[in-house]
């Protein structure tokens, strides 16, 4: 069996005991304040106090003088982390459990915890509006505006901070294993157009791999700013270019020239029709011997169970928060999209860094 079907496998059948299966609904009737407890357990300073204690482990009495809070409130936490199971008690004292343990040094836990915080948890309850209405009803506790990606540049800095740690996190990792599939002899790229290069990291990274390569950075024009900057100071500006455009304009033709395209974590951020007119237009752009690469998460084709439910409640951000429309997809959903387009895929490379998909398209033959 290859591991997709395993995947595949952890959804397709019911494997709790009944018993396990109403403490899980009791997880899940309390998420909200498991979440609040355990990111203010990390924040605090409690866990690592507890952590550091060792086998010795502390009182509350211990805990309250360190860390400085009020007597009753770390009561409160400690009681609810023993049920959460950040902690166990014996003989008064507390000592840190394997899950604690993650809460406080994972660091894809600490992104996702932080992205949920500052960037989804007030916007989440306007998901049934967001459902109903497919447009992102939760961000409006930032702005007034139709996407996230058109506020991205004017959101408070702590929620930019996690955005960007969120977004990078992924695709930080999947950059340098992806790098050698591009800028091989056979594929010969001098001019690639990075649509959705967001702050040049694809380009940075590129410039660097690749002394013959030139870029141009297609983005909205609030996120280009900041790439131009960036470019700048690295003095990358003969190497780098911009093209600043919102791309659901679908009257704005694509630049032309490039021997490739290249979109990472980019087509998640629209709808199945969107996905199809962008790819539209890269049909245009593009020589018949041009290629175009997308490198993509998709639930299905995870490793780990963990990874597939990262993906799918990620999908939640899209629809409350970032456009109402487009999710982190599953690949044969995505790929409909994609090929309605008039593209085949070539290629395809599965688990790239942590979850990616590495997809090189060629236009069909007609
Ligand atoms: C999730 S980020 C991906 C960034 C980068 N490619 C990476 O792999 O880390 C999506 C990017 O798409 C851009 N984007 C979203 N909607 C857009 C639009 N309507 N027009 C142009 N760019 C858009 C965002 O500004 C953002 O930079």
Known sequence: MNLINLLMQFFSTDKKSALEAKNMAQFIAFGPVIFQVARIMRNSGILHEIEASGKEGLTIEDIVEKVQLPHYGVRILLESSLGIGLIVINDNKYRITKTGHFILHDALTNVNMDFIHDVNYNGLFYLDESI???????????????TIYEGLSQLPKHVQKSWFAF??????????????????????????????????????ASTKY????????????????????RIEELGLNDRVSFHPTNILDASQP????????????????????????????????????????????YWDKQRFE??????????????????GNSQMYHSEIFKAAVL???????EETNNIGLSHTLWKLKKVNK
């Open 306 to 323: 963990a990874a597939a439910f990262c993906l799918q409640q990620t999908s939640v951000y899209f629809t409350a928060l970032a456009n």
């Open 210 to 229: 690749n002394p013959g390569i030139s870029i141009t950075i297609m983005d909205l024009p609030g996120q280009l700013n900041i790439a131009k900057n």
């Open 340 to 346: 309605r387009a008039g593209f085949e895929i070539v």
């Open 132 to 146: 109903k209405n497919g447009k992102p009803e939760g961000l409006k506790v930032f702005g007034n505006w139709q």
């Open 254 to 297: 694509f630049p032309k020239g490039f021997d490739a395209i290249w979109m990472s974590q980019f087509l998640d951020c629209f709808s199945e029709d969107e996905i199809t007119s962008i790819m539209q237009r890269c049909y245009d752009a593009i020589d018949d011997d041009g290629f175009v690469y997308i490198l993509e998460a």
């Open 167 to 204: 977004d990078h996190f992924f695709s930080d990792t999947a950059f340098p294993a992806v790098l050698p599939h591009i800028y091989n002899k056979k594929n010969n790229i001098k001019k690639l157009l990075d649509i959705g290069g967001n702050t040049g990291k694809w380009a940075i």
